[in-house]
């Protein structure tokens, strides 16, 4: 296992993918709106891995990353 670096570049290489993944589909209406949701959740699991890391206390930390958890 690679302890933190990994997930963390397994957490950025997932946002990287989903957004190259939408560039794929035909550019129907639905697709963009499903598009930008999907976009937006990929970047905010990222973001709640962040905040997990820059934890003020273990709580906090233990906190944040329950909620990554669950965004996953």
């Not at 296992?1 to 190259?20: H, I, K, N, Q, Y």
């Not at 959740?41 to 905040?51: K, M």
Request: avoid cysteine; proline fraction near 3%; charge should be positive.
């Amino acid at each position: 296992m690679g302890g933190v670096r990994d997930l963390e570049s397994r957490t950025f290489g997932f946002v990287r993918d989903v957004r190259s993944f939408v560039k794929d589909p035909p550019k129907t209406l639905a697709n963009r709106l499903d598009s930008f949701q999907l976009i937006k959740a990929s970047g905010s699991v990222e973001a709640n891995y962040i905040e997990a890391r820059e934890g003020v206390s273990d709580r906090e930390y233990f906190y944040r990353i329950k909620v990554y958890k669950k965004r996953v």
